[in-house]
């Protein structure tokens, strides 16, 4: 089973936004190449042709970007819940955040919280306002836990 520290939830690896960054800026480096060489060469549409193309590549990258945009606000909210819900209960339980790991990357009904080497189920309410900790044990021990140095 899996686990999550407090600072790999905080800063979950986002590689692929970086990428995309990347690739939106070397294609507008090679529109404004291209788009210089059609400038010189009026007269020759194929450096025409390869402004398009370019320019079409970077909308298509630039869609794409957006909607990771959106869909990174979107999920932005419950991860905020997450962050406070477990300095709450390292504050209650008096333990530091970076011995409190969580089996998924949003807090929710059902999953298991390791608070140093002990497991518990985290139940909410129906409204999620109040939460219970239920002491479990695990049949398999084998714990991977992601974020450690």
Do not use: C
Request: aromatic share 12%; glycine share 4%.
């Amino acid at each position: 089973m899996t686990f999550y520290t407090y600072d790999y939830l905080i800063n979950q690896p986002n590689d692929t936004v970086w990428i995309r960054y990347g690739l939106l800026f070397s294609l507008l480096f090679i529109l404004a190449i291209v788009f210089g060489l059609y400038l010189r060469h009026r007269w020759t549409s194929k450096y025409r042709d390869l402004s398009l193309i370019v320019l079409l590549l970077i909308l298509l990258t630039s869609g794409i970007q957006f909607s990771e945009y959106q869909e990174t606000q979107t999920k932005h909210s419950p991860s905020t819940q997450t962050e406070k819900m477990l300095q709450t209960i390292a504050k209650q339980k008096q333990v530091s955040l970076a011995d409190i790991a969580l089996n998924d990357t949003q807090l929710r009904n059902g999953s298991y919280l390791k608070i140093k080497e002990a497991i518990y189920l985290v139940e909410f309410t129906n409204d999620q306002d109040a939460y219970q900790l239920k002491r479990i044990y695990l049949l398999d021990e084998n714990l991977i836990l992601k974020g450690v140095d």
